[in-house]
């Protein structure tokens, strides 16, 4: 689906594993409500748009979401058009198999 990735840098976090403090990038996508393409699973079918603002831990060499995570955004591999079992919604934009870390405490590194 069309959509829009923003990004701003917030102050860190102490991870298990790593020296010291590290940035947090949070990256927004937000998705307008359309029409599924020949791509999707129910073409010609209205899908609900969604914001989706997941996080992901920053390092020195990456300070931005650029690279691999915007290059797959770009070329739609992020999201797609689909049932959420989590939310219990049909034809919604739901993630596409590439992971993001979605809090900003906890989880499997910290």
Not at 54 to 61: D, V
Not at 73 to 100: M, P, Q, Y
Request: aromatic share 8%; charged share 15%.
């Amino acid at each position: 689906p069309h959509g829009t990735m923003t990004h701003s840098l917030h102050s860190g976090h102490t991870n298990r594993g790593t020296r010291g403090r590290q940035g947090v990038i949070c990256i927004e996508y937000s998705f307008r409500s359309g029409t599924q393409g020949q791509q999707f699973p129910r073409p010609g079918l209205p899908y609900s748009g969604t914001p989706a603002p997941p996080t992901c831990p920053s390092t020195r060499s990456e300070g931005t979401p650029t690279g691999r995570g915007e290059k797959a955004f770009e070329c739609k591999l992020t999201f797609t058009v689909g049932d959420s079992i989590t939310f219990g919604a049909r034809d919604t934009v739901v993630w596409n198999n590439v992971h993001h870390k979605t809090s900003m405490h906890g989880g499997p590194q910290a």
